[in-house]
């Protein structure tokens, strides 16, 4: 059982306590070994995990409902997605992109958008945020894909790549050039439908720790006016105000690796035998025991001062969000780096549950923003007066 400690620190109410018990329970239930899809049909696996998080109502924290208004609960958000990651780097995917990818309806939808949070909380349709495009990574503002205005709607057309759940999302949110301004404002929000005329998958993307990922193409998709998420322009503001929110989770999700890794780490060194005694008995091994903790203790500070300061009604979180990330992220790289190197031969060995801890990290330090972009991020906000 790993350090829970941290659940009884001022940030978490008791039904965040008593989520983070059930949920445990349900992981050891459900994320065994031998699941009932084949682990290399990454589709199939990703679908069930989505239709079983639906079904046992886990999916209910990933988006409000769309009756009540109520915002998310972003501390809720981080323990889901700590702990799944503690489990499987493959639920965890699965699990926060139903949040991130229906999160610029959460945050910016009017109430018939919203009604589309129904499915993405059921598990009954997948969901894609589709911002980057191939000559725009990290410099978000200079997107060209473009939204055209035409009669009662708009015409897409451009290329997204690296869009997480590409091929078998249901829903697409889109990012495209409206124009009204140069740059950053002249970019407008959609909801895209998977099956719209027009879209393809135009190349799926192997990564080293692999989910569905995908280029995918727009050649004359087009959709009412009615599926544009706030007001024309605003969309960059909406990127970002929900990377603000979601952030902090990608964070919690390198917490939860990070946690696993000191604790196949503990048991390891515990075990095995060598110089007359338990490799835990040597100095140097305490040693980076205790750095790996350290680094654990203060990313999850981090994390969760992010995730309780959004709860407690701050508008934007920029800051707050970016330390956590840019911390969580690289800490958890070395965490589970010394993981790998104190079980000798058997961290590189493929399949081994460090070997693909040390694979499921490291996308985390470049995507929604790379640790570069965190610090311009954390720079610029102090700079601005804090
Ligand atoms: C596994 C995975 C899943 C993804 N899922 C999605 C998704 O679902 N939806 C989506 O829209 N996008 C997604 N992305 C895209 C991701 O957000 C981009 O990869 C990321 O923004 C970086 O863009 P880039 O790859 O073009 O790298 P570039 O922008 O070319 O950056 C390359 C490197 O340059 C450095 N750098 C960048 N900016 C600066 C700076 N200002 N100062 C100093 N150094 C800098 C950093 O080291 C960075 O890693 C995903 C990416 C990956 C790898």
């Known amino acids: 059982m790993p350090d829970q400690s941290f659940l009884h620190w001022p940030f978490f109410d008791e039904h965040h306590r008593a989520l983070a018990v059930g949920l445990e329970s349900w992981c050891a239930e459900n994320l065994c070994l031998g699941d009932d899809a084949a682990p290399h049909d990454l589709d199939a696996t990703c679908r069930s995990l989505v239709r079983r998080f639906g ?3 886990w ?6 409902d769309p009756g009540v208004a109520a915002p998310l609960d972003v501390r809720t958000l981080c323990l889901i997605r700590e702990t799944l990651a503690r489990h499987d ?12 990818g229906a999160g610029p309806i959460s945050l910016f939808g009017n109430a018939e958008q919203r009604r589309a949070l129904a499915r993405t909380r059921s598990g009954d349709a997948i969901a894609a945020f589709a911002l980057t495009e191939q000559q725009s990574g990290s ?3 200079n997107i060209a894909m473009t939204a055209r205005r035409d009669g009662n709607g708009y015409v897409l057309d ?4 690296w869009i997480s759940n590409g091929g078998i999302a249901d829903l697409y949110v889109v990012f495209a050039r409206t124009g009204e301004a140069p740059g950053a404002k002249g970019i407008s929000t959609f909801i895209v439908p998977g099956d719209a005329a027009g879209f393809s998958v135009a190349e799926r993307l192997d990564v080293i720790s692999p989910h569905p990922l995908a280029r995918v193409a727009f050649d004359h998709v087009r959709v009412p006016a009615s599926a544009m998420i706030g007001a024309p322009g605003e969309g960059f503001k909406i990127a970002m105000a929900t990377l603000d929110v979601f952030r902090a989770t990608v964070a919690a999700a390198a917490l939860g690796f990070a946690r696993r890794a000191l604790d196949e780490t503990l048991k390891r060194v515990r075990s095995r035998r060598m110089f007359d005694g338990a490799l835990a008995d040597l100095q140097l091994v305490q040693g980076a025991i205790a750095e790996m903790a350290l680094d654990i203790d203060a990313a999850a500070l981090l994390v969760y001062r992010a995730a309780w300061a959004k709860d407690s009604g701050a508008a934007r979180v920029t800051r ?3 330390m956590a990330k840019l ?11 010394k993981a790998v190197q104190l079980h000798g031969g058997d961290g590189v060995r493929r399949g081994h549950i460090v070997e693909r801890l ?3 990290i490291r996308a985390l330090r470049i995507y929604e923003g790379a640790s570069e972009v965190q610090k311009v991020v954390i720079a610029r906000t102090m700079l601005a007066g804090g």
Do not use: N
């Open 89 to 100: 780097a493959l639920a965890d995917f699965a699990f926060a992109m139903q949040g991130l």
């Open 59 to 64: 999916l209910a924290y990933t988006a409000p």
């Open 139 to 141: 410099d978000v503002a």
């Open 327 to 337: 911390f969580a992220t690289e800490r958890a790289q070395r965490v589970v780096d």
């Open 55 to 57: 079904r046992d109502g």
């Open 358 to 360: 040390y694979r499921d």
């Open 320 to 322: 707050e969000a970016a």
């Open 158 to 161: 451009g290329e997204k790549t």
